[in-house]
T-cell receptor, first 112, second 113 residues
Framework: DAGVIQSPRHEVTEMGQEVTLRCKPI?????LFWYRQTMMRGLELLIY????????DSGMPEDRFSAKMPNASFSTLKIQPSEPRDSAVYFC??????????FGSGTRLTVV | SQQGEEDPQALSIQEGENATMNCSYK?????LQWYRQNSGRGLVHLIL?????REKHSGRLRVTLDTSKKSSSLLITASRAADTASYFC?????????????FGSGTRLLVRP
């Protein structure tokens, strides 16, 4: 298995633009998580899905953020419009049950 | 917040010494996990200890869990320069419909050659 695959690895965009981050979880994993990591706030859970259904999006900072999981093998995190304070590393992780989570390599987002 | 708190925030030791990192959390958990993150990289799962376990070993790693004190520790024995990284504890607890994993603030470990 190639692990959790995230794309792009790096994204630089101008303030106000739409940003879409992508994640392919490990096949067979039934839960998918989006995290954001910054120096100031550490690792924050944004939203997670169980069997493709959003369970808890209380960590999503604003309405500008949205996430979807149209099927078991794909999820997106969208920011529209993006702002400089959204700059961070965004991680996707997947797991089966309560086992150890497998993280992707992350997307480093810079909004200028 | 369910977030675990870790101490120390930073730890610098000599190669060959043992490194101990501590984690405290706030509510009942299903399990507790430790992760490692090298600078600029993703997180790697190291070890998981369930709420009914008290100690677990994996290679040079030893994890303890004290549910009465809501705390855990990670011990790395005979440290190596390659162990230099940030280490995070993360707690898994049940919500109404699923489980979620919340991370602590992390310990930055520097192992000097």
């Amino acid at each position: 298995d190639a692990g959790v695959i995230q794309s792009p690895r790096h994204e630089v965009t101008e303030m106000g633009q739409e940003v879409t981050l992508r994640c392919k979880p490990i096949s067979g994993h039934n839960s998918l998580f989006w995290y954001r990591q910054t120096m100031m706030r550490g690792l924050e859970l944004l939203i997670y899905f169980n069997n493709n259904v959003p369970i808890d999006d209380s960590g999503m900072p604003e309405d500008r953020f949205s996430a979807k999981m149209p099927n078991a093998s794909f999820s997106t995190l969208k920011i529209q419009p993006s702002e400089p304070r959204d700059s961070a590393v965004y991680f996707c992780a997947s797991t089966q049950g309560t086992s150890g989570y497998t993280f992707g390599s992350g997307t480093r987002l810079t909004v200028v | 917040s369910q977030q675990g708190e870790e101490d120390p925030q930073a730890l610098s030791i000599q190669e060959g010494e043992n490194a101990t990192m501590n984690c405290s959390y706030k509510t009942s958990i299903n399990n507790l996990q430790w992760y490692r993150q090298n600078s600029g990289r993703g997180l790697v799962h190291l070890i998981l200890i369930r709420s009914n376990e008290r100690e677990k070993h994996s290679g040079r790693l030893r994890v303890t869990l004290d549910t009465s004190k809501k705390s855990s520790s990670l011990l790395i024995t005979a440290s190596r320069a390659a162990d230099t990284a940030s280490y995070f504890c993360a707690t898994v607890f049940r919500t109404d419909s699923s489980y979620k994993l919340i991370f602590g603030s992390g310990t930055r470990l520097l192992v000097r050659p």
